[in-house]
Structures are given as C-alpha cells and as structure tokens.
C-alpha cells in the first residue's frame, strides 16, 4: 500500500514565527506534490504545487522537495492567525489519483 | 465561476436506502474523482474517472457505483445505506490524472 505520512499535531506557533509541515511518501515514482489547506467545515484548496528537487516560493509559502529521501515539506513564513487550518499533503501516485496524508492541525496563536 | 458544484449540501438517510450525489465542474477537466473523509482517516479515494467515458476504482469502493455522465458531471450512488458510510464527501476535478484537483463544497452524509 503505497502512503503519504505526516504528523497530525496540532502544531502550535506563535504569530510571526515559521511554521514547519512535513510529509514523506512511500512511492518513489511519485512525480507531483501538492500542499492543500482546509479550514474546519470547509473543502481542501489548493497552496502550492512542486515537480522538482528543491524550493519552490510563492509569497509566505515555501515548498521543499527532496526526491532522494522522498520528503517533501511546506514552509510558511510570518505565520498569522488566519493561517490556522489543517495542511493535506497530496501526492500523484501512478496509475490513479492524487493520495492524500491525513493533515496536520496547525495552530497559529495571537 | 462556479468551479466544481456539489448537491447536495447535507443528507441523512436511514440504513439501507438509496441515493445520488451529484457532482458537476464547468473548468472543462477530463479528470473527476470522488473521495470520502471521516475524521483521523483524511481523504480516501473512493472512484475516479480519468476521462469521459471511464471509470476506476480507488482505494474504498465498495458499497459505491459511479456514473462518469459526461464531461462534465461524475455522480457517486449508494445503493444500501450503511451507517459505515457516514461521511464528508468531496468531488474533485482536474485537467487530467495527477494534476492539481479543485474540490467542490462538500456533501455531509449521515446514515442512521
């Protein structure tokens, strides 16, 4: 059974700091990564989305990819409030759908 | 631009009845997928359909059928009701397999 793991937390992070989510995948065909962020009683909406090795920026977001120790991670920088949600990591899985981890709670206290 | 549209909202049906959920996307994607979520299990995929005209199971199929009507809309049919398939679930649609998916509002199903 091919799996996507993450941490289900909560993560707690005070206002302004960095928060770390972290997600290893157990296909290493897998070729297409995704970070979605659901709000409590909401549908999951897309962040961002990584192909290749390394960083990829776009405003507080940073997704990291490391295909060698298949771990692919989300950064959020200047963390506020708002962000608090829980964060799917997705991965394409050969011959099927995009397999989703089951979240991380993140908590972002004022 | 509605994107992907889901009906409907909430549901409660008693063990053993029947029902549709409906799913439509006006984005003209070739992939639909349904998935359920239950707390603790996050999104599991329950059926999808690559393109028009086929469909696939994932990875919790049983107790489920699903018609890919056309480009545009997938449903997901319950035939018995079980309480087991108590649930949020979510349709989906992207431009093709293993894409980013857009993911419509949601149906809250409760089988008592």
């Known amino acids: 059974q091919k799996e996507v793991e993450q941490n289900s937390g909560p993560l707690s992070v005070p206002e302004g700091a960095i928060a770390s989510l972290n997600c290893t995948y157990s296909?290493?065909?897998?070729?297409?990564f995704f970070w979605y962020r659901q709000y409590s009683g909401k549908s999951p909406e897309l962040i961002m989305f990584?192909?290749?090795?390394g960083d990829k920026e776009d405003g507080r977001f940073t997704a990291q990819l490391n295909k060698a120790s298949q771990y692919v991670s989300l950064l959020i920088r200047d963390s506020q409030p708002s962000d608090s949600a829980t964060y799917l990591c997705?991965?394409?899985?050969?011959?099927?759908?995009?397999?989703f981890g089951k979240g991380t709670t993140l908590s972002v206290s004022s | 631009n509605a994107g992907v549209t889901q009906t409907p909202k909430f549901q409660v049906l008693k063990t053993g009845q029947s029902m549709t959920l409906q799913c439509a996307q006006d984005?003209?994607?070739?992939?639909m997928y349904w998935y359920r979520q239950d707390p603790g299990m996050g999104l599991r995929l329950i059926y999808y359909?690559?393109?028009?005209?086929?469909?696939d199971k994932g990875e919790v199929p049983n107790g489920y059928n699903v018609s890919r009507l056309n480009k545009r809309e997938f449903s997901l049919r319950l035939e018995s009701a079980a309480p087991s398939q108590t649930s949020v679930y979510f349709c989906?649609?992207?431009?093709?397999?293993?894409?980013?998916?857009?993911f419509g509002q949601g149906t809250r199903l409760t089988v008592v």
């Open positions: 984005m003209n994607h070739n992939s």
């Open positions: 990584i192909y290749s090795n």
């Open positions: 997705a991965v394409n899985q050969a011959g099927t759908a995009l397999i």
């Open positions: 989906a649609s992207s431009e093709r397999r293993k894409v980013e998916a857009f």
């Open positions: 296909d290493r065909g897998s070729q297409s």
């Open positions: 359909s690559a393109s028009e005209g086929t469909t």
